[in-house]
């Protein structure tokens, strides 16, 4: 028996480090363009895929909704490595898939997952990993590795380039201004007051359709169990607009034990009840991003919160679900984050031949979208290249400008293959700055600024574990 359970560790270990060193060639920027950065997939191996892979099982026969074709489902095997196929295949086969849950760790991204396991934070989640039950890899996030986009990506399997929101803070054309999307305010305001349903509407944001609404018109029991501040809130609104989830379907918890205590509550009435309907069930857990941009990843108080995840999962889900095979958890994060280090901060207000050649200026510390001034744009490119060049890679957004070194052409919002939809060609603006190795870029010297950030294009932000577990 023993020997039996060190072969499937050391064959499970194996296929992982395997994928990941695929994935990472695959997904690699050409050096020519830049070092170190990785660009989302799409086609297959990435978060919005995972949600597609949910539909897949549970109704292939969803209606789609849209006129916007929705992504393809994960598939490992574009990865090219037969191991990994005949791995995924042969785990794909052990049961029928009845009852499907999403849960998305807001943070704990593949290399800090991958840190913890190793180190002892997180042993529970090493064991499962390891069981033949399990098929365990990483995954891509979005472009930007940003919670508003990823999550709404996980919430629609579509790309950013189809549902619109490119960022935290992006240019609204009908507000006139940039939105922060978390607070659903300006991004510029004194008051925190968001915005009236006139005047933006959660509800009509996103020109694509949820999974939620899909599935529930499949005959699909769905369910969202959230943190109970976050019914009917803007972010809650768009990405469930129309689905009975995103309302009656809501259950609210108060700690990360609370939400898979009602979990494991709510699976075992599904499994006791004589519906033969399958289910999904979407949990998200913010936790552990707080701490990580309040103390840096992998600090002391990011290992504490992601170890009691660890012990709640496995007494509440784990332990108790044991032997339902028909029912799988797909563990996921939206990014990954990294530390930010003082010496690697670019502080913009020193700049201010960027700055004042600008009109507009949004996104985030690790990617911010340029919206230039007209006749401006050649000062802006020839500044940041003769100034900035080894801290932050310059990508025009159009292949009008440049046939390689584009949003189009690199495919970092959507399939390269199709245009970006005529809501993100005005909030993109003109040009991206994406910092490097590391570094930020913050308006203000000696402003308040988190301490662990993500966004950008590095390892560390990009990549996101992948684990589908029958329990």
Known sequence: MVETRETSIKY?????????????????LPEAIASGMYKPSY???????????????????APTLSSQKALPRFNPELLGVKSVTDAWKDWQQQAPIKHVVLLILDALGYDQLQTLMNEGDTPRLAEACQKQQAFFMPATSVFPTTTVTALTSAATAYAPAQHGLIGTHVYFQEIGGAVNLIGFRPSVSPTSTPYLDNQLNPDTLIPVPNIYTRMEKAGVNVEIINYHYFKNSSISRFT?????????????????????????SRLLLKYESNNNNPSFTYLYIPNIDTLAHRYQPLSPNYRAEVAAIDFSLHRELFAPL???SDTVLLLVADHGQIPVHPEKIIWLEKHPILTENLFLQTGGSRYQYLHIRKGKEAIIADYVRENLA???????????????????????LGLPEENLSDVNDERIGDA???PKDGWVCFDEEGGKHPVGIHGGLSREEMLIPFLAYRF
């Open 432 to 434: 991206i700055l994406l």
């Open 322 to 324: 044991a032997g339902r």
């Open 240 to 264: 469930s607009a129309g689905s009975s989830a995103g309302t009656d379907g809501f259950v609210g918890y108060l700690t990360a034990p609370d939400a898979f205590s009602q979990l494991r």
């Open 43 to 61: 086609d297959g191996l990435g978060l919005g895929n995972i949600a597609a892979l949910a539909l897949d099982w549970l109704c292939p026969e």
């Open 390 to 412: 080894e801290q932050i890679l310059f990508l025009w957004k159009d292949k009008a400008m440049s046939t390689t070194d584009c949003v189009y052409a690199l495919g970092l």
């Open 12 to 28: 499970m270990n194996n296929i992982n480090s395997i994928a990941e060193q695929a994935l990472l060639e695959r997904q690699r």
